[in-house]
């Protein structure tokens, strides 16, 4: 069985970092290269923090671009929200110390990696976007033929059947870039997205955190010591979850198993003007569209989901230095 082709485009925080875990974790997917966008943090920090988990982890095969650094909609440089760096630290990693790589981002730029990647693997290749979608719908508009070309989208992103955690309607990665993401869905491009629906069911404790302890591995350690960070600010933030969600690490689970999720078949669009700016919802002009490009995931199996996160980056963290 031939393993899944995978890019990450990542804002690397804290649960981007789990989602890195777990697609190292997993020995059905081959990480082709991640991506860098801004979010938890500018695109300079977040592709640091990639290189520098990537050899903590015992990954430096796996190469790392940069991406733009601000929305499509303006030019002024993008600027971290002090509840981002509350939430995911100063450095995005908890304000945890991981030494830097050696290595450096690549030479090509995200966008033209993206469609290199399409191009070469077609069907075979699966995207996970856990930030906005910018470097996304920056590729399609210089390739357009991606979109029938690539093998699936699996973003983690918006909110349909609950509020958001922006405001009442927007959840934080659409509300980065609502306009590439309205793009992105109108595109016709394959993408389920993984919202709050469900990745804020799926909660780690520090209960979790202390069997990756005992693995008694440097890496392991740093790991569990970023998650801990996370989850404190989770205490502040949402009280009532008694856990931090695993947002991010979600996305990738269902991009290898899509059963883990219950989907519902609907075009989708994102508001982009007026006060429900950022709004991630059903697509009136294509609602009765028979061909649907897009899945929203409404239903996940929490129980087997935690199991296999627990287990892959376990397993991850143990053979690690």
Request: hydrophobic share 40%; with cysteine.
């Given at each position: ?301 929490v129980p087997r989901f935690l199991d ?14």
């Amino acid at each position: 069985m031939s393993k899944k082709k995978m890019i990450l485009d990542l804002d690397t925080g804290v649960d981007d970092t789990l989602a890195i875990c777990y697609a190292l974790g997993s020995p059905e997917v081959d990480l082709i290269g991640i991506t860098g966008t801004y979010g938890n943090v500018l695109v300079q920090q977040g592709v640091r923090n990639a290189l520098a988990i990537l050899d903590l982890l015992g990954h430096p095969e796996v190469p790392v671009f940069a991406g733009l650094s601000h929305a499509s909609f303006t030019e002024e440089e993008f600027e971290v929200l002090p509840v981002s760096a509350f939430i995911h630290g100063d450095n995005g990693i908890g304000d945890v110390e991981i030494e830097d790589s050696e290595r450096s981002v690549e030479e090509t730029p995200a966008v033209d990696f993206i469609i290199e990647s399409v191009k070469k693997y077609g069907k075979d290749l699966i995207y996970v976007p856990t930030g906005p979608q910018t470097n996304l719908a920056a590729a399609i508009k210089k390739a357009p033929e991606i979109v029938d070309e690539i093998g699936a989208v699996v973003l983690m992103g918006g909110a349909l059947t609950v509020p958001g955690n922006v405001n009442a309607w927007t959840e934080a990665n659409i509300s980065q870039d609502p306009d590439a993401a309205n793009f992105v869905f109108r595109s016709g491009i394959p993408a389920t997205m993984v919202g709050l629906d469900v990745t804020l069911q799926t909660l780690l404790t520090y209960k979790d955190t202390a069997v990756w302890r005992e693995k008694d591995t440097y890496a392991a350690g740093k790991i569990a010591d970023i998650t801990d960070y996370y989850i404190k600010a989770y205490e502040t933030t949402a009280p009532t979850l008694h856990g931090c969600g695993l947002h991010d690490p979600l996305a990738v689970a269902v991009a290898i198993d899509p059963t883990l999720v219950e989907c519902l078949d609907i075009n989708m669009k994102v508001d982009v003007d007026g006060p429900t700016r950022g709004r991630t919802i059903g697509d009136t002009d294509r609602l009765n569209d028979p061909v649907k490009t897009m899945k929203v995931a409404v239903k996940v199996d929490v129980p087997r989901f935690l199991d296999e996160f627990m287990t892959r980056i376990g397993n991850l963290v143990a053979a690690a230095k």
